[in-house]
């Protein structure tokens, strides 16, 4: 079994200022970890994936998250938001034992002027 | 190059009425997956399909229909359209658990 919990619902940041956007897993196997960003009336790209490697991965626009085995933890982060960041984000578990992604509710992220 | 070609992108339906949505992949991929998208909700997965003839059901099958004669297509199909219907549609397609999925532009599907 395997479950996704992305902690905010809505993250508002000021341009400039970094992002921190939380999420938590659940897996019965080693998992893989997928963060997906929907711009909107767009549908789904790929921001960067986890896939037992590199625990710090790094992903496109600045992007990146650090898998926390200990903390089932695999938040993603960016130094300095750009308008352009603004968007619905989502957390994605899957791999080991299921080939069926997992997705997470999503984070809106709001980036103020 | 297309990817995962989605149609329609939108479509109005009376209660009762049936459609289907089309999904097409050119990357030679075995897994689609077909996700509805509510306000708040993230992603629900409604079938799936792991190769041509197999399909299984998601977490919200109720009211809707797949099939998979080839491994490019995977049409959904709604019957009787309800108001509960009323969504947002995506199709993905991907090479396994562990591979990232590509996604259609996605249907915006009204029951009225």
């Known amino acids: 079994a395997q479950s996704v919990t992305q902690l905010d619902s809505h993250v508002s940041v000021s341009e400039g200022t970094p992002v921190l956007l939380r999420c938590n897993y659940s897996?019965?196997?080693?998992?893989?970890l997928f963060w997906y960003v929907q711009h909107p009336n767009k549908g789904l790209q790929l921001l960067l994936k986890?896939?037992?490697?590199?625990?710090l991965v790094k992903g496109i626009n600045g992007f990146e998250a650090e898998f926390k085995k200990s903390e089932t933890s695999f938040h993603l982060t960016k130094p300095s938001a750009h308008m352009s960041d603004a968007a619905e984000y989502f957390c994605?578990?899957?791999?080991?034992?299921?080939?069926?992604?997992?997705f997470g509710r999503g984070t809106s992220l709001i980036v103020h002027p | 190059n297309a990817g995962v070609t989605q149609t329609p992108k939108f479509r109005i339906l009376k209660i009762g009425q049936s459609m289907t949505l089309q999904c097409a992949q050119d990357?030679?991929?075995?897994?689609m997956y077909w996700y509805r998208q509510d306000p708040g909700m993230g992603l629900k997965l409604i079938y799936y399909?792991?190769?041509?003839?197999?399909?299984d059901k998601g977490e919200v099958p109720n009211g809707y229909n797949v099939s998979r004669s080839t491994t490019e297509d995977f049409p959904l199909r709604l019957e009787l359209a309800a108001p509960s219907q009323t969504s947002v549609y995506f199709c993905?397609?991907?090479?396994?658990?562990?591979?990232?999925?590509?996604f259609g532009s996605g249907t915006q599907l009204s029951v009225l």
């Open positions: 990357m030679n991929h075995n897994y």
């Open positions: 986890y896939t037992s490697a590199a625990t």
């Open positions: 993905a397609s991907g090479g396994g658990g562990r591979e990232k999925l590509f």
């Open positions: 897996s019965s196997y080693s998992p893989s």
């Open positions: 399909s792991v190769g041509a003839g197999i399909t």
């Open positions: 994605v578990v899957s791999g080991g034992g299921s080939y069926i992604p997992t």
